[in-house]
């Protein structure tokens, strides 16, 4: 029954990727363009220092899949993508093989196939600790995610009805694994009272993942008989909405993930608080439908074109985004007014001309 879950959830993934060519809340995000405010593009660095690591880039491969033949060969395909690009890779969730160590293969390839990458284990957070370290073992982990999930766990047929156990397992997880712990949502968003309280029990990384990408509601719904939870599917805070929310929380790195459909909001999600952006959905679909060479083609294009964006917005490193004006409209600028988040003054924050005028020495300290 899990094998068949998991062919499932990558079946409708894709599926509804085919058939959705909506916007989502990234699209109420864009730069000020300040013509003279270029770079060289030889002076950018794509490096971050993520959860005290350091990363080539700010993008890495989401959680995906795992658990059936089907999905091993895609995590097999996905670590080739990761280590050809260099760019780091999350297993699916590894409860499939907690139930049935028969499929630990499915999720051993990401590490089998990309031997000295960045590779992150990922479980929910009913996990034991003994269960956790089994994980980690298995792909050699360099970090462990931990997702959590009670929107599709209702949706979910078979899914779990007990959260109140939640935060105390990740406290207790946290204190017992020698790696990093970053806790992540699948697509309904982290609020900044979640964030704060994760970064209080000693969370590295908080993913916000939220509303705008892969939607677990609606795969879940549309696994169900009667398919009686549509109401349902636009449930929780889009990923720049959760950005915006978490501005100023310090102590704790946050990533963006969920609804990340090109370079372009990859640094809109940067210039927004994030330093690290994941992908999932997009880059399934283009290994589904057109194989592993055009999956390492469409991340090594998505890095350049990052690149191209910050040499233009003249930011040398991804942090340098967060300097940068951007203008926060339509519904994602009604949410910050009700959340008494000031979007105002990320219109007039960039320092480029103070910068430039400070080099040429027209102005000076």
């Known amino acids: 029954m899990i094998a068949d879950r998991k062919d499932d959830h990558v079946r409708h993934a894709v599926n509804h990727r085919r058939n959705h060519s909506g916007g989502n809340d990234f699209d109420s995000v864009a730069f ?213 929310d978490c501005t100023g929380i310090t102590g704790i790195d946050i990533s963006a993930s969920g609804g990340i459909r090109s370079p372009l909001d990859m640094a809109r999600a940067l210039a927004l608080g994030a330093k690290a952006t994941g992908v999932a959905g997009a880059f399934l679909e283009t290994l589904v439908d057109h194989g592993t060479e055009a999956l390492v083609a469409k991340i090594t294009t998505w890095l350049d074109q990052l690149r191209n964006i910050m040499t233009v917005l003249g930011a040398t490193t991804p942090a340098e985004l967060t300097g940068r004006d951007v203008l926060v409209t339509g519904d994602l600028a009604g949410f910050c007014a009700l959340r008494g988040i000031d979007v105002a003054c990320l219109a007039h924050r960039s320092r480029w001309w103070r910068e430039s005028n400070l080099r040429e020495g027209v102005i000076h300290e």
């Not at 060289?40 to 795992?66: C, E, I, Q």
């Not at 406290?171 to 309280?197: C, D, H, M, N, Y």
């Open 32 to 244: 000020v363009h300040h013509a003279l405010a270029g770079i060289d593009s030889a002076d950018v660095r794509l490096g971050v220092d993520f959860a005290g690591k350091h990363w080539n880039s700010p993008l890495y491969v989401n959680a995906m899949t795992g658990g059936s033949t089907n999905t091993g060969e895609i995590n097999r395909q996905l670590a080739v993508a990761a280590r050809e690009t260099g760019v780091p890779i999350a297993s699916g969730s590894m409860s499939a093989y907690f139930r049935d160590p028969a499929v630990a293969g499915t999720f051993r390839v990401l590490r089998e196939e990309n031997p000295h990458g960045f590779v992150l284990a990922n479980v929910n957070a009913n996990a034991t600790l003994d269960q956790v370290h089994s994980a980690i073992d298995l792909l050699e982990a360099d970090a462990l995610q931990i997702h959590v999930n009670s929107v599709q766990e209702v949706v979910m047929p078979e899914g779990d009805r007990s959260f109140a156990g939640w935060p105390r397992r990740i406290e207790e997880i946290v204190a017992g694994v020698p790696v990093p712990v970053i806790v992540k949502e699948v697509g309904f968003g982290l609020s900044r009272q979640t964030v704060t309280w994760l970064r209080e029990a000693g969370v590295a990384v908080a993913d916000v993942g939220g509303r705008g990408g892969t939607n677990f509601a609606r795969i879940e719904n549309d696994r169900r008989a009667g398919a009686d939870f549509g109401f349902i599917e636009q449930w929780g805070q889009s990923t720049a909405a959760c950005l915006l």
